[in-house]
């Protein structure tokens, strides 16, 4: 069965850049890569996700690597409102295997 | 604010008791999905429901059960509680039923059964 594997946590200082890695050794060629994190007594919130190439949007950058194997999750200038658990999930929902399978998520800690 | 409802907020019951969680999802959202969130096995998907439909289940006990109206609203039933089924319940919804959509969390709900 699929698993992502995380330390259990990180620390960062306010304005600078974090990467927070993923290690997904056995991910199946079509299991899609999200990233959610989850602020101190709130539900999980959508953060990026992707499938082999690398994606950008507005809150982050995930890097995936070429044999898929890990990803890196890469926020460009970290601030305090971005401690948060951060999750990496396995997403697949085709054929009769679905997967959606989260790992037990990195705590980032950052610095003022 | 993700547009996802929950309710009740915080659910108190004894055990071998029933409840029933309610969830509404964002508006446009025909994707439903239910997560556990325990300390011990942090999260975990039980169960989708798409267009009224089942979609897929994970580790959801015999115990629970869910549906989806035409509304798209869902339920969680949870019966013959036990102490062990405490915990924050999610759900999230989705515009579509695979993977390449992203989810909106609700803010939970809290059961705890004494």
């Known amino acids: 069965d699929a698993k992502t594997t995380q330390p259990n946590s990180m620390e960062s200082n306010e304005e600078e850049p974090v990467h927070l890695p993923c290690n997904h050794s056995?991910?199946?060629?079509?299991?899609?890569i999200h990233w959610y994190r989850q602020l101190p007594s709130q539900g999980p919130e959508y953060v990026i996700h992707?499938?082999?190439s690398n994606v950008n949007n507005r809150m982050a950058s995930l890097a995936i690597a070429e044999d898929r194997k890990s990803s890196t999750l890469i926020l460009h200038r970290a601030t305090l409102r971005d401690a948060a658990v951060y999750y990496c999930?396995?997403?697949?929902?085709?054929?009769?295997?679905?997967?959606?399978?989260f790992g037990k998520g990195t705590l980032l800690t950052v610095n003022p | 604010d993700s547009g996802v409802t929950q309710t009740p907020k915080h659910l108190i019951t004894a055990t071998g008791q029933r409840v029933t969680l309610r969830c509404s999802p964002r508006?446009?959202?025909?994707?439903v999905y239910w997560y556990q969130q325990s300390l011990d096995q942090g999260l975990q998907f039980l169960i989708q429901?798409?267009?009224?439909?089942?979609?897929a289940k994970g580790n959801i006990l015999e115990r629970f059960s869910a549906q989806q109206f035409p509304d798209l609203h869902s339920e969680l039933n949870l019966s013959s509680l036990e102490l062990g089924d405490s915990a924050l319940y999610f759900c999230?919804?989705?515009?579509?039923?695979?993977?390449?959509?992203?989810?909106?969390f609700g803010p939970g709900t809290r059961l705890t059964v004494t």
């Open positions: 999230a919804s989705s515009v579509g039923q695979s993977e390449t959509y992203e989810q909106y």
């Open positions: 056995t991910i199946s060629g079509t299991d899609y």
């Open positions: 992707g499938l082999t």
């Open positions: 999930i396995l997403h697949n929902s085709g054929g009769s295997n679905y997967k959606l399978t």
């Open positions: 508006s446009g959202d025909l994707s």
């Open positions: 429901y798409y267009n009224g439909e089942e979609r």
